[in-house]
């Protein structure tokens, strides 16, 4: 039961083996020997007398990598307490419910937790909801200290910056600080991130010094780069093993030449992400000419400055750039629709799926693919059979941020304002639609949600005229409403928060004006009913002229007050 009440309390997907994280970061073989040889006698035999490794460096230099490398050496070892994989793409970076999944994952994992957690939440029923310096006080440390082991587990933190709140990131430090003199406690802590300042700041204090092994990890060490060419020429094995019949080779069957190789590694500078990302962007499988795409990036190398007079992270701004600049017009105005609606900035909204989100805006699964396949070395595209239930994934936070910071992006940058626009109009269109679906099935004496449930889905001609007008239909009928009313959830987010901007202008249009006359606040009751956390969770617009919606009100904008505007 116990497992049961944390697991519904807690965000999937945060663990070392969870399968929403693939591909897996993990260090390539034959590199990071020397610093992982350090970290696995630091915690099996404790070699550097703390009990808290903050292991730091600039994104993209394998930190992820090493965090799961080190995860599965303890898994191997029987010494693994928990691992939160901290990352705002994924909206893995709440931090209420951080020491609910610590929880969870010791309950499995330490042997005799599972029963002191189960009397510790019988006599606090409300401790799940209470703020987390006290979970971590009553559910992680005061459980553990009962516990008798010789051998200390390890918990590891990855991507600390990416946690909602400098403040909570630095409390989760204090925190794990306040137990430096707790020789008792079967628990030592590996906290990986970026030399964020204020990390900078929390860990140089000399008032109330940090008791923790720092081990950074720098672009520029010679160890980095043996580390970036191996696995570089590794990877064109791999390359060359998949094309071996279509590429072009030498009269000695060389494929590369070693020039091309060095340039590629100078370029890369260590840093692995960038490195992998070059790579994946020549392996691509859609064009299957890796040729071509060897030029491509060896052209774009060409011209950036030597290491010493750059920021690898421009680099990485540079290539995104590369990446969207040959993408069509066209595509890219259907893509970055996507983008704003799965939503993949909002900490407000959940990531939808990919088959709602096209539902919403009208898009086909031939165009998805179409136009998304173009990004497939930056995001993880889901396939057909899994895009009912799978968001698109980004390889890694810097993408996110190059999307959602104009001075970065450019003409790129993935602005809602336009986009809300296109947003609002198809969300106008299926509340009509649905609303008019529901009179089709409607009986005296029903309420909303008893009429949908036994009759409109029963109802096979709803169910062929919503199929109908779905651009991304599924054969199931359930999955179907699913989708529409998936697409209502983001409705309520984006829809709401656009009126609230355009109330503020007076160039409403005709179009819109009849959306916004038509709206059926009915719908949207229906859709927020069973989603009590939807209701009380307004945009932050929509919050400064409304007060949260209840179950028992609906919320609509009297005609009047467009007409005024108008």
């Not at 260090?27 to 404790?46: E, S």
């Amino acid at each position: 039961i116990v497992l049961e009440i944390l697991y519904q309390e807690m965000t999937k997907g945060a663990d070392v083996d969870s399968s929403v994280q693939w591909p897996q970061p993990k260090c390539y073989p034959g590199t990071c020997v020397r610093l992982m040889a350090k970290i696995q006698d630091w915690f099996l035999h404790n070699s550097h007398n703390y009990n808290f490794l903050w292991l730091s460096g600039p994104a993209g230099i394998g930190k992820s990598a090493m965090a799961q490398s080190v995860a599965k050496f303890a898994i191997g070892e029987g010494i693994l307490g928990a691992v939160y994989f901290f990352s705002r793409p994924n909206k893995w970076h709440k931090y209420m419910e951080v020491f609910i999944i610590l929880a969870y994952q010791l309950t499995i994992r330490f042997p005799g937790y599972q029963s002191l957690i189960t009397t510790r939440l019988a006599a606090e029923p409300d401790l799940l909801e209470k703020m987390p310096h006290v979970q971590f006080r009553k559910l992680i440390v005061e459980p553990l200290l009962l516990l008798s082991h010789k051998q200390k587990h390890i918990i590891i933190f990855n991507g600390l910056d990416e946690c909602e709140g400098e403040g909570n990131q630095l409390e989760i430090i204090e925190l794990i600080n306040s137990l430096h003199s707790n020789t008792s406690l079967p628990i030592i802590w590996m906290i990986c991130s970026q030399l964020e300042p204020h990390l900078k700041q929390i860990f140089a204090q000399t008032d109330y010094p940090i008791q923790c092994w720092q081990e950074v990890l720098p672009i520029q060490l010679e160890e980095s780069r043996s580390d970036t060419e191996t696995f570089i020429r590794g990877q064109f094995k791999e390359i060359h093993k998949i094309y071996g019949k279509h590429v072009e080779e030498d009269a000695d069957g060389c494929w590369l030449l070693e020039t091309s190789i060095k340039q590629i590694v100078e370029k890369a500078s260590g840093l692995f992400m960038f490195a992998n990302m070059l790579l994946r962007h020549i392996k691509d499988s859609e064009t299957g000419n890796p040729d071509e795409r060897l030029e491509e990036v060896l052209a774009f190398l060409w011209h950036l400055h030597p290491i010493d007079s750059r920021n690898p992270m421009y680099d990485l701004d540079l290539f995104y750039t590369h990446i969207l600049s040959v993408i069509p017009g066209d595509h890219w105005s259907i893509i970055h629709q996507i983008l704003v609606a799965s939503p993949i900035s909002s900490s407000e909204c959940k990531q939808l799926a990919v088959q709602p989100i096209c539902n919403l805006l009208g898009i086909t699964r031939t165009k998805f693919y179409a136009v998304m396949w173009q990004l497939h070395s930056v995001i993880d595209i889901p396939e057909p059979f899994d895009a009912t239930k799978t968001p698109l994934h980004f390889f890694h936070a810097t993408f996110l941020d190059y999307l959602t910071k104009p001075n970065h992006s450019g003409q790129f940058f993935v602005g809602k304002l336009v986009t809300d626009y296109d947003i609002t109009i198809m969300a106008g269109f299926w509340d009509l639609f649905l609303s008019g679906l529901r009179c089709l099935g409607s009986t005296v004496g029903l309420s909303l949600i008893e009429r949908h449930e036994k009759e409109v889905r029963g109802n096979q001609e709803v169910s062929q005229s919503l199929n109908a007008a779905l651009s991304w239909p599924s054969v199931d009928v359930h999955a179907n409403w699913e989708s529409a009313e998936e697409a209502l959830w983001v409705f309520r987010y984006y829809f709401f928060e656009f009126i609230c901007i355009l109330l503020k202008h007076s160039n409403l249009d005709d179009q819109l004006l009849g959306v916004l006359h038509s709206f059926d606040s009915n719908v949207l009751a229906f859709v927020l009913a069973p989603h009590p956390w939807l209701i009380y969770s307004p945009p932050r617009l929509l919050g400064q002229l409304v007060n949260p919606i209840s179950h028992n009100t609906c919320l609509s904008i009297p005609p009047s007050h467009l007409s005024n505007r108008k």
